[in-house]
Nanobody, 128 residues
Framework: QVQVVESGGGSVQAGGSLRLSCTAS????????MGWFRQAPGKERDFVAA????????GYADSVKGRFAISRENGKNTVYLEMNSLKSEDTAVYYC?????????????????????WGQGTLVTVSS
């Protein structure tokens, strides 16, 4: 069973920065594609960013391009989401997900069906 655990959420003022971390633990020797999604109150879950197993391919939602950056530790299932120039509309529960069987395209498109394992989420609140 693969477990996905996020950390690093909290409250920050608009214009500030925050860094989220996520680790997926499962079968030894398996490296997963990883992604971040978020869900604001009363809204659907949206794609934020993703990175493939090697770290060579990343994908971002238009709303966060230039402000957020996803990265991973080489050969490990630990990823980070560096969030800068935060806005009030970034307030949401952020979910990390791991892709073991999904297509490579899911990294670029952010199709949630391409991600097999999900964390419980971490709350990010941006106050204006």
């Amino acid at each position: 069973q693969v477990q996905v655990v996020e950390s690093g959420g909290g409250s920050v003022q608009a214009g500030g920065s925050l860094r989220l971390s996520c680790t997926a633990s499962g079968r030894a020797g398996t490296t997963y594609g990883m992604g971040w999604f978020r869900q604001a109150p009363g809204k659907e879950r949206d794609f934020v960013a993703a990175i493939n197993w090697s770290g060579e391919t990343t994908g971002y939602a238009d709303s966060v391009k230039g402000r957020f950056a996803i990265s991973r530790e080489n050969g490990k299932n630990t990823v980070y989401l560096e969030m800068n120039s935060l806005k009030s509309e970034d307030t949401a529960v952020y979910y990390c997900a791991a892709s073991q069987y999904g297509p490579h395209s899911a990294i670029l498109t952010g199709d949630p069906r391409g991600f097999d394992y999900w964390g419980q989420g971490t709350l990010v609140t941006v106050s204006s």
